[in-house]
């Protein structure tokens, strides 16, 4: 339970208590951004500390490991804003955000298990049973469920979209609001001429139109967490031949724009990483819970 509080009061600081504008020029908001992790992590913090420890010994299981995360927290977060600074623009731009995102979270993992081993005194086998709370048979406790629950929905949203996001880059605008191309034909006659009254000159004019809208941006966010969760249902229940549905459905949806081949890869890029990612997790439930 120790290790799901934490890594749960990291999620919900990281993702869910910071917008779009502190993502993007976190420097700005890093004050904000902290206290939100000061906030969190010490709710967490003293849930562990009265549960497991009935509030006594508040140096040692409430103080140091409170300071130990919000320090290392912090310098993680400068050492990431510091590599971002530091890039020069190039089309690998997207990935190199990716790994710094990937590696950022890691290391946040990595520094809530350490304090686990060096303040709670516990070591990788512990947490691997206090998470499986195996009683003889595979199956997690009633809280642990539901924290590992609300853990994989917040993966599985938030955390899965800022991957997707990274990996198909920033949409150019004429391409994320291209609905489609509309195409008109004319054909006049040409003026007879009076020396051949029996001939007909007669072309063709081709008018192309691109239809464009603005739709709005959340949609698309509500509709890729909404089919990632579905991928780990359909993935924890066996229901794979499923999964094509929803591939299927989104390209009804989208099949006017599917002609203007940039916004088809595009679209492609970002329904494959969305469903790959929906697989994985829903291939950890399925192995956990199971």
Request: proline content about 2%.
């Amino acid at each position: 339970m120790t290790v799901l509080l934490l890594l749960l009061s990291h999620l919900i600081a990281d993702f869910w208590l910071q917008s779009d504008q502190m993502a993007k020029n976190k420097i700005n908001h890093l004050k904000k951004h902290i206290l939100h992790h000061i906030l969190t992590t010490g709710i967490v913090l003293v849930i562990i500390w009265g549960y497991h420890y009935t509030f006594q010994h508040m140096f040692n299981y409430f103080i140091l490991p409170f300071l130990f995360i919000i320090i290392t927290h912090l310098l993680i977060d400068l050492l990431k804003i510091r590599l971002i600074d530091s890039m020069q623009k190039s089309v690998t731009d997207n990935m190199k955000k990716l790994g710094y995102f990937l590696l950022d979270q890691a290391l946040h993992v990595i520094m809530i298990i350490i304090a686990c081993i060096l303040f709670f005194h516990m070591k990788t086998t512990e947490m691997t049973v206090s998470l499986l709370d195996l009683n003889g048979k595979d199956s997690l406790s009633l809280i642990n469920t539901a924290l590992f629950i609300i853990i994989i929905y917040i993966l599985a949203t938030s955390v899965c979209g800022h991957i997707v996001k990274y990996i198909i880059g920033s949409l150019p605008s004429e391409l994320a609001n291209f609905e489609g191309e509309l195409t008109l034909k004319n054909q006049m006659n040409a003026v007879k001429e009076n020396n051949r009254p029996m001939t007909e000159n007669s072309f063709t004019e081709e008018y192309h139109y691109f239809t464009y809208s603005s739709p709005l941006r959340s949609r698309g966010r509500l509709i890729g967490y909404i089919e990632r969760l579905l991928v780990i249902t359909l993935t924890v229940i066996g229901a794979y031949p499923s999964i094509a549905f929803i591939i299927a459905a989104k390209s009804i949806a989208r099949f006017k724009q599917l002609d203007d081949r940039n916004w088809a890869e595009y679209f492609l890029l970002g329904t494959l990483s969305s469903i790959f990612l929906g697989l994985v997790l829903g291939l950890v439930v399925q192995g956990i819970i199971m």
